[in-house]
């Protein structure tokens, strides 16, 4: 028997994993953007479904692998890379292999930057097309890097333990099974199955390899930074293990976030109100239940109160939440809190009112703009 490459071995015992539970004839979708890690995720995907269930005592079933690629249309070549990777899927056996155009309505760099609004539009995309296939499931190829790049931004930003515990491994259909391996494996396997993948300028900085990165002057994503500068100063720093520390520390914050979200969320149920007083759009709270509740969990339930009410969750950080909780514990008459989105705060009689900023712009124009990047 032919040795399998380690990295191969990895990919597919991580999918195995994923398609647990499938039954005959289901359809599983993975999400494809070219590169190297979806790519990867693709290859992995046609050889597990062929076998789901097989064991020692079982021969196993088949189910149906299909892939789904987004073109964001904002790059030169956009509709040749999404080709390509359709072309590279089908070879693979998957099918039904879908090219989707991103679809901006309702996204807007003013609300959500240019980064949000390229993944509200692909997860749009996503769950259309699992909707229009009955898929069971949409395999997502983010890795154990992109896991320690989302801890370190949640840690700069602020946003606590939730942002802290990073990507989840389940979410709806949604999976992500190489959350476990590292960014060199996907290319190891990439490369053992004879996979040519993309890699989206984009994800470079600039003048950082051939022909990539962004051009002097131009819009440079926040995480692409954070991949090419901080991560390597921290390895140089303090050793080698970062990015596997980081992606443990996000796996042991996520049940502890889980458990605190599910109390705050409760507590935030018996604190709403109604109140002739409130606005249209608005939400009130009873100041008093919330002051009474444990510190940890007021906080968790005003930050999901600002959520609910508009602010970017992204952009709301402790600093915000600091604001909302001295409304409700130190009350002196201050001013409302401003929160990210142009959500607004307000404390009258008792009540806390959160209201989400209004439709449009300040000169009446509502139309969408396409961000003029994107980041996997």
Do not use: K
Request: charged content about 25%; glycine content about 12%; hydrophobic content about 45%.
């Amino acid at each position: 028997m032919a040795r399998v490459d380690p990295a191969v071995a990895a990919a597919r015992n991580a999918v195995r994993a994923a398609l647990a539970g499938l039954g005959p004839d289901d359809l599983v979708l993975v999400a494809c953007s070219g590169g190297a890690d979806s790519l990867a995720l693709a290859a992995a995907t046609a050889f597990e479904a062929r076998r789901v269930g097989r064991s020692v005592r079982s021969r196993g079933y088949a189910v149906r692998a299909g892939a789904v690629l987004v073109d964001h249309g904002l790059q030169a070549g956009s509709g040749d890379v999404a080709a390509r990777a359709a072309e590279q899927c089908r070879a693979l056996g998957l099918d039904p292999v879908l090219v989707r155009s991103a679809d901006w309505s309702g996204t807007a760099l003013d609300t959500e930057g240019p980064e949000g609004a390229a993944r509200t539009a692909r997860y749009r995309a996503l769950e259309q097309a699992a909707a229009r296939t009955g898929a069971a499931r949409v395999l997502l190829g983010h890795t154990l890097d992109d896991q320690a790049e989302q801890v370190l931004l949640g840690l700069a930003r602020g946003a606590g333990a939730r942002s802290l515990a990073g990507m989840p491994r389940e979410r709806g259909i949604l999976r992500r099974p190489f959350l476990g391996l590292r960014r060199a494996q996907t290319e190891a396997v990439c490369a053992a199955s004879g996979l040519e993948w993309w890699t989206d300028p984009t994800n470079l900085l600039p003048g950082a390899g051939s022909g990539a990165g962004a051009e002097p002057g131009g819009f440079t994503p926040l995480r692409s930074v954070v991949r090419g500068r901080a991560l390597p100063v921290l390895e140089d720093t303090l050793g080698p293990g970062v990015a596997e520390a980081l992606a443990r520390t996000a796996d042991q914050l996520r049940d502890d976030a889980d458990l605190l979200d599910s109390l705050a969320a409760d507590l935030l149920a018996r604190a709403q109100v109604g109140n002739a007083e409130t606005e249209e759009g608005e939400q009130a709270l009873d100041a008093e239940v919330l002051a009474r509740a444990h510190p940890a969990l007021r906080r968790r339930a005003l930050r999901l109160a600002a959520l609910a009410a508009g602010s970017r969750p992204t952009d709301t950080t402790t600093r915000h939440v600091d604001a909302l909780d001295a409304l409700v514990v130190s009350w002196t008459g201050q001013g409302p809190a401003q929160l990210p989105g142009g959500t607004r705060a307000r404390r009258a009689c008792g009540r806390l009112f959160l209201r989400a900023a209004p439709t449009g712009n300040s000169d009446g124009w509502t139309g969408v703009r396409p961000p003029t990047t994107t980041q996997e």
